[in-house]
């Protein structure tokens, strides 16, 4: 028991770092203003320097999101069992549902002030806001109201369809997992979205937590076999992405 408490503490504790990294990668990410400036590949002089610095930590940094849902797929599912949904429902409903809700409320009131106040109206870089409740329910499912949330939205959903994801990736055989995180690649490579509810690299880490604990020791695969897997899903993810944050950039350039 005292081993069990060790370790859980040490993979906290290092998840809790990596979290930290990621969380800065972010903010930079939204922090970068190169094209406020006007810069790009044909600037000159230190105005290019600048250009070609934020492009490559955008890149390098876009890392973060894909890794964000690895880790919340994976510790989600290292401890689930199928009897233990409804615990899961609870503990989530309390974390996600509830500051998801609140905050959408805060900010479809604060968005509903200020794009029908007189004076600011015309200054907000958004349409009117109506007081209407379906339009606030349909700006909940799109996280409109509070747009950052999004990514909580889609943990919301997945939350959802856990006993569903659950048995399609918990398999003596390594390959259903396998069709379905490919087939959710290939879905992000036709569908380049960064805010899509289908996000691969969740699918991985769910993948990782649900079958690289112990209770995931009957698949029919040597480790090797199953490392080599996720770390190569683990580097598609991150292309995609990376790729995904350049063809952003290229059209802001032009």
Known sequence: KNDYQNNESFLREKITWIKALLTICIVYLHCSNYTVYNLSAASTGFGRVVYELERFCVVAFSVALPFFFVISGFLFYRNYELNKTADKYKSRFRSLVIPYLAWNVLGYFFLLFITNAPGLSNIVNMGRVSLSFREWIIGL????WDGVLWYVRNLIVYVLFSPVLYILLKNKKVWNGIIIIVLSIIYRILYQELYSLIQPAYI?????????????????????????FVAISIIILLVLDILNIENRALLDVA
């Not at 499912?141 to 409109?144: D, K, L, R, V």
């Open 204 to 228: 991985v880490g769910a993948y990782i937590g649900i079958n690289y604990s112990n209770k995931g020791r009957d698949i029919k695969t040597s480790n090797k076999e199953r490392y080599l």
């Open 141 to 144: 499912f799109y996280s409109q």
